[in-house]
């Protein structure tokens, strides 16, 4: 169940970096790498800093067939690919959520501070876009705008605080995935942003 | 003592990182990444490199707080950051002073090549900056002008030669900081370069 | 002799660092870094991904004094450096092919799946101009031309299907070599791409 998310959220990231390599007019073999740092970078730099190596996407073969493979299909079908702009941004949203998750958990075995888990999740799921973004040299969209890191860092606290609850903690998992994604969901639908400091 | 002086380099290259990102444009939380990528980035790399993980501030909660309290201050007070800009030069000089140490004094526990100690050593002091610039899309500062790093290496070497001598290394410690610092001030103030090699 | 190739492969990079460095307009201590991390990243990213701490570089001081060696020459005989533009091109492409096959054997030893191998090889050959360019604020050249990194993983396939032959190692090390040398040889020779996919 969560691997499937996890292998949904991983297409939907690197599908979403073949479109903006697209736009930068990359080579096909800029465009791989592309898809692939932005749907395993995050994750890669969790692992770097907790010191749990060789990184993920190394001991598991799967997530480069589903990266190439989603990453391929893209290139083959991308005057296509607009009519799967919903279908995409959910995965994506969906996979925030989980990507979150995953960080948390991972900090919480390496028996860090609930902050820094918080932090290791946002990293998990905003990172890879981060990285993305830099090799395209452009400002990380994510310092810019969009609920996307707030997102994360509402479930991270959500699920610190029902875990001091006498609830189980697959529910908390749950819970706390469900509030990344329904953050998300409303912020782009209300166009909710944070607050603007630049004019007052 | 030292931690005192490590808090308040923290501050200032947090406040920093507040104000590049403010030149940016950036939204709330790009400010907070930017602020504590530049505070913590180059002590971040230099764990990363000698495999110190997890990286420091993951291990110290401290950190976190500091820089999230200073980049708080500095946004609600930006109007007025400019009347601190000389508490915030100096505070950014002794951190670097005192992050030159505390690297090598890594690289020396890690059984490294006094040479690959000041790298590090210079790597924890002027590192954080140049990831806020990669950031923030601009060519990192320390490429192109100012006696930073060369402080940093001028302190570096200061603090091996002295350890040739009989002197105990505590008083090694705190000259080879001062060097550091001093070349900095005297840098800035006397408009001290690296030598021009393109005009000649 | 491979530790023969790995120094003439250090000092192409280091150079091609220095060149892009002036280009921007770098300072003396930006552009010793450039030819650092072109001459060094890609080993780094490779060793960090894998948990092979501290890096390499670290634990052989060789490298630091071929790169600043290599770095110095390169600015004082900079209005030269034209007459050595093909030497510099072959030892680039010779440190590609002996990068690559460093890059795998680290893989192999990491007992990491062989698509992971040869990723990890066109890392260490590729990583180093990576950093190079976004360090200058440049798409990096690799994602947008260029035969380089599909001769590392050329060669990196020509290692694995001989690996399956009865061939002794040191033979399929060397002819895998070739592979990468030659493909990019021919590449450059013959203007041949990858295939363009903006127009169609």
Do not use: Q
């Amino acid at each position: 169940m969560f691997y499937t998310i996890d292998i949904l959220g991983t297409i939907a990231f690197a599908i979403s970096g073949v479109l903006v390599a697209f736009n930068k007019k990359m080579d096909l073999f800029g465009i791989l790498i592309i898809a692939f740092v932005t749907a395993v970078g995050g994750g890669t730099l969790r692992d770097l800093l907790i010191g749990d190596t060789p990184v993920s996407w190394m001991r598991d073969i799967t997530y480069t067939y589903v990266i190439l493979t989603s990453a391929v299909f893209a290139i083959i079908f991308r005057s296509k690919i607009n009519y799967l702009r919903t279908s995409l941004f959910l995965f994506d949203t969906i996979g925030i959520g989980l990507y979150t998750l995953v960080g948390i958990e991972k900090g919480i075995n390496a028996e860090l501070h609930p902050i820094i888990c918080i932090a290791l999740g946002t990293m998990t799921a905003s990172f890879g876009g981060v990285i993305r973004d830099i090799l395209c040299n452009e400002i990380p969209v994510i310092f810019r705008k969009e609920i996307y890191a707030t997102a994360c860092i509402l479930g991270g606290i959500t699920y610190f605080l029902l875990n001091e609850l006498p609830i189980k903690t697959n529910i908390v998992f749950v819970i706390a995935g469900i509030v990344v994604i329904a953050t998300r969901l409303l912020a782009v639908k209300f166009k909710i942003a944070l607050p603007n400091i630049y004019k007052e």
